[in-house]
């Protein structure tokens, strides 16, 4: 079985290892953002992590493709929390998708950043048992368009606010706190920081099923090599 899953492993991360280096080192998955500051503070006990504490996060906003500013794309928002011990993180990564039963499991363009819903598209077991999404709503003002310049101009005029919340498979909603985002970080994308959901997750809880977690980590190992370079010994994962 291990020898099974190590070539599973291997076919899913050949593709993802081409398309990076075909386009030069580029991230496969969501190759334009920008990256910013702020806070998350988780107001249910089925998180693992400290309630009503906020924690500073890095952020990374995203185009999944990068169409032509107007146009819609897969939105993402991938938060980096830090964990303990120090220097091990959580890496959430939101996309933009529905919230019914399927379309919260499959990536969908939105038409700009106040439209976006956002979601883990996988859920996460907490504690081994409790299986739900990780949904994220912007809450004020948000940018119509898909354009990365106005969310700049954006964020220069006030927070970046979510509110997250959690759905069960039987889509029960609640509420489960609040990301604010402060400050832009500039810098260009290939020095904003990468993001692996499977390496990276709290004690406690993981992605579910974990066939699939185990698929999804051969796409990001295929994209992380293809980037090579300095890039690929500087990060412990890709963006997504």
């Given at each position: 079985?291990?020898?099974?899953?190590?070539?599973?492993?291997?076919?899913?991360?050949?593709?993802?290892?081409?398309?990076?280096?075909?386009?030069?080192?580029?991230?496969v998955?969501?190759?334009?953002?920008?990256?910013?500051a702020?806070?998350i503070?988780?107001?249910?006990?089925?998180?693992?992590?400290?309630?009503?504490?906020?924690?500073?996060?890095v952020?990374?906003?995203?185009?999944?493709?990068?169409?032509?500013?107007?146009?819609?794309?897969?939105?993402?928002?991938?938060?980096?929390?830090?964990?303990?011990?120090?220097?091990?993180?959580?890496?959430?990564?939101?996309?933009?998708?529905?919230?019914?039963?399927?379309?919260?499991?499959?990536?969908?363009?939105?038409i700009?950043?106040?439209?976006?819903?956002?979601?883990?598209?996988?859920?996460?077991?907490?504690?081994?048992?409790d299986?739900?999404?990780?949904?994220?709503?912007?809450?004020?003002?948000?940018?119509?368009?898909?354009?990365l310049?106005?969310?700049?101009?954006?964020?220069?005029?006030?927070?970046?606010r979510?509110?997250?919340?959690?759905?069960?498979?039987?889509?029960?909603?609640t509420?489960?706190?609040?990301?604010?985002?402060?400050?832009?970080?500039?810098?260009?994308?290939?020095?904003?920081?990468?993001?692996?959901?499977?390496?990276?997750?709290?004690p406690?809880?993981?992605?579910?099923?974990?066939?699939?977690?185990?698929?999804?980590?051969?796409?990001?190992?295929?994209?992380?090599?293809?980037?090579?370079?300095?890039?690929?010994?500087?990060?412990?994962?890709?963006?997504?």
């Amino acid at each position: 079985m291990e020898l099974l899953g190590g070539a599973r492993s291997a076919l899913v991360r050949a593709p993802f290892h081409a398309a990076a280096a075909v386009r030069g080192g580029v991230r496969v998955f969501h190759p334009h953002g920008l990256t910013a500051a702020g806070h998350i503070e988780f107001d249910s006990a089925w998180w693992t992590l400290p309630i009503h504490t906020p924690i500073s996060v890095v952020a990374r906003l995203s185009g999944g493709v990068g169409t032509p500013s107007g146009l819609p794309d897969v939105l993402g928002l991938a938060l980096k929390v830090p964990l303990d011990p120090p220097g091990t993180e959580w890496d959430l990564l939101l996309a933009s998708a529905g919230t019914s039963a399927w379309t919260r499991m499959v990536p969908f363009p939105s038409i700009g950043w106040r439209s976006a819903r956002y979601s883990s598209l996988m859920p996460y077991s907490s504690r081994g048992t409790d299986t739900r999404w990780v949904l994220a709503t912007p809450i004020g003002p948000h940018p119509a368009t898909t354009s990365l310049h106005a969310l700049v101009q954006a964020m220069g005029e006030a927070p970046l606010r979510f509110r997250l919340e959690l759905i069960s498979g039987s889509g029960s909603f609640t509420p489960a706190g609040h990301v604010m985002l402060t400050q832009i970080r500039d810098a260009p994308d290939d020095e904003q920081p990468s993001f692996d959901p499977v390496l990276h997750q709290p004690p406690e809880m993981a992605l579910r099923p974990a066939w699939l977690a185990g698929v999804r980590a051969g796409a990001y190992s295929g994209s992380r090599q293809g980037r090579g370079g300095a890039e690929g010994a500087r990060t412990q994962g890709t963006v997504g």
